[in-house]
């Protein structure tokens, strides 16, 4: 059974770090193209970042610099690392993995970021 489930959310004030956990199932994170998106209250899911099966990374503008995403073929999980959170990065933050670039099929449950000034 193909599952993501996501971990690490919480509340932490302007400037601190959250790092964020998304353990697969059913497949394996290495042969997926992997994504972050997020969603905050009022506004449409936005892209975040992703990993290509190459190791190639990208990010939106708006996380560049502050955010690193990562893998564990070992552990079968997608990490994020946020760092020097702003009340900007309030949202629902999922995993997201897709056999191309930006079509996905299966996506987690998602976990909450809250980001306080």
């Known amino acids: 059974q193909v599952q993501l489930v996501e971990s690490g959310g919480g509340s932490v004030q302007t400037g601190g770090s959250l790092r964020l956990s998304c353990a697969a199932s059913?497949?394996?994170?290495?042969?997926?193209?992997m994504a972050w998106h997020r969603q905050a209250v009022g506004k449409q899911r936005e892209w975040v970042s992703s990993i290509y099966i190459s190791g190639f990374r990208s990010y939106a503008d708006s996380v560049k610099g502050r955010f690193t995403v990562s893998r564990d073929s070992a552990k079968n999980t997608l990490t994020l690392q946020m760092n020097s959170l702003e009340p900007g990065d309030t949202a629902r933050y999922y995993c997201?993995?897709?056999?191309?670039?930006?079509?996905?099929?299966?996506w987690g449950q998602g976990t909450q970021v809250t980001v306080s000034s």
């Open positions: 997201a993995a897709g056999l191309s670039s930006g079509e996905y099929n299966y």
């Open positions: 059913g497949f394996r994170v290495s042969n997926y193209f």
